[in-house]
């Protein structure tokens, strides 16, 4: 019954529901759950589930941005071609379905006798991040949307309007507060679960997201840099082998803060791998194909490293992470059939090559450029440069040695975490970070803006969500169809 239910996570919130959806859902809960404290952690089990289902989608932190170009099969996405509109741009419904059983658990946990307050702090602790990480991929993607923070428990939805960006962030650094408030350990149970270094590793990409993007200012840029130092005192490390961050039987290394769990069976394909990887049966004429990770059934070559991404790396012709992020296939002539993808390698079973890597939130590496990026921003440059150093030490680089003034040394930093973070689904974010921090042009850096100036770097909000809620109001610079008495 429990996993019945945990399979059943409805999508109501917001919206307006059927009662096909709600009835069952509430007659379960009431008669057979909420009955032990193993249910509050089942049904946490089941929000984790729907969160790696949404995250598993290289549309929100790589399609809009320069890291693809087309592959040898697509379709690629609207948002790849900055094209979205209300009719064809992704329903945020699922996000706010995560979000309403992040509620539900928050209140249903408080009737459950535990006898170990640590476990209930725990799951209490880990669903405030859940739900702060949801709100924080919302205001990333859509800007201000609406605030909700109790369960749907009845069809009388109240449906709310957006609100301020402002307002939704204070949401999401008081969930995180409240997380870290709860954690009762200082390290990890388990690299796939929240835990309070991966609270503070959320709260520091916000507040960086807060500093340029919502005008917070250095405040906000000072105190990202001392959540980051509270990651570092868990433990984490940057491996000595870059390559070996991605083995698929390393998972959970020393330099994974936070990740979601993928497995062959237990739930498919890490899907930024297979659309970037090609069929085998493609690339027969290939001489090096035992060297690469494809496969005859998961791999569907969408997109391929764009021309501009193969650049940054080759400017540094000693940078051991280009083999890694990517390789070339060639043929017999040394002629190129197709560069593919090449981080996320999966394992080869007998039957065939499953991308079961586990989806990388947030790791040391990351953090690292990240504080470098804060410390640049406040023009500590002496700072930003041991961080973005220690990155291009492990890559087979020399110290920067380039131009040191802030606008100089902020952008080697962009460029960088576009090296060190190829295909981890940070790009789009980056982009937009440092164009509203004035580093980059967004508009000449994206190929696909650049005819597009001024196009809207949030998302609308699709058509069928608009008319399931007449207090929505479309995302500022798209046309709406939809009647607003």
């Not at 959320?202 to 000072?222: P, R």
Request: aromatic residues 10%.
């Amino acid at each position: 019954m429990k996993k019945i239910f945990i399979s059943l996570l409805i999508s109501c919130t917001l919206f307006s529901c059927s009662l096909l959806e709600v009835d069952p859902v509430s007659t379960i809960t009431s008669e057979s759950f909420w009955k032990s404290p193993g249910d509050a952690r089942a049904y946490l089990t089941g929000i984790y589930n729907k969160v790696r289902s949404v995250q598993n989608n290289s549309l929100w932190g790589e399609d809009r941005g320069d890291a693809f170009k087309p592959g040898e099969i697509g379709p690629t996405s609207n948002a790849w071609a900055q094209s979205l509109t209300e009719s064809n741009a992704p329903s945020y419904r699922d996000a706010f379905n995560i979000i309403h059983h992040t509620n539900l658990l928050l209140t249903k946990i408080e009737t459950l006798q535990f006898t170990n307050e640590s476990e209930k702090n725990r799951i209490k602790a880990e669903t405030y991040f859940l739900r702060a990480h949801t709100y924080f991929f919302l205001l990333r993607i859509w800007g201000g949307v609406p605030i909700v923070t109790e369960p749907v428990l009845t069809e009388n939805v109240e449906l709310k309007p957006r609100s301020s960006k402002a307002d939704v962030m204070t949401l999401v650094l008081s969930d995180i507060d409240q997380a870290l408030s709860l954690f009762p350990e200082a390290g990890y149970v388990n690299k796939n679960f929240a835990s309070k270094p991966a609270a503070y590793a959320l709260k520091a990409d916000a507040l960086m997201w807060k500093a340029k993007v919502l005008n917070g200012g250095s405040a906000d840029l000072t105190e990202a840099i001392k959540a980051i130092d509270q990651v570092g005192t868990s433990g984490v490390d940057l491996l000595p082998v870059y390559a070996d961050v991605f083995d698929v039987k390393k998972k959970k290394n020393n330099e994974i803060v936070f990740s979601l769990y993928f497995e062959r069976y237990e739930t498919g394909n890490l899907s930024i791998a297979t659309n970037t990887t090609s069929r085998t049966d493609n690339l027969s004429m290939a001489v090096n194909l035992a060297d690469a990770a494809t496969s005859p059934n998961q791999s569907r070559h969408v997109y391929a490293p764009s021309q501009k991404a193969r650049n940054l790396y080759l400017t540094n012709p000693n940078d051991v992470r280009y083999k890694v992020a990517m390789i070339d296939l060639v043929d017999k002539d040394g002629k190129l059939v197709l560069t593919q993808t090449n981080k996320f390698r999966g394992t080869v079973y007998p039957e065939d090559r499953y991308f079961d890597n586990d989806l990388i939130v947030y790791r040391w590496g990351d953090l690292m450029l990240l504080r470098a990026e804060a410390n640049a921003a406040l023009n500590r440059i002496p700072e930003a440069l041991a961080d973005l150093n220690s990155i291009r030490k492990r890559a087979g680089l020399d110290d920067y040695s380039g131009a040191t003034g802030k606008q100089a040394v902020e952008k080697e930093i962009c460029d960088e975490r576009f090296r060190e973070l190829f295909l981890e689904q940070k790009r789009w974010f980056d982009l937009v970070r440092f164009h509203a921090g004035g580093t980059i042009n967004i508009y000449t850096e994206v190929p696909n803006l650049n005819n597009k100036p001024g196009y809207p770097l949030y998302w609308p909000i699709n058509y069928n969500d608009m008319v399931l809620n007449d207090k929505l109001e479309q995302t500022e610079g798209y046309t709406s169809n939809v009647s607003r008495n």
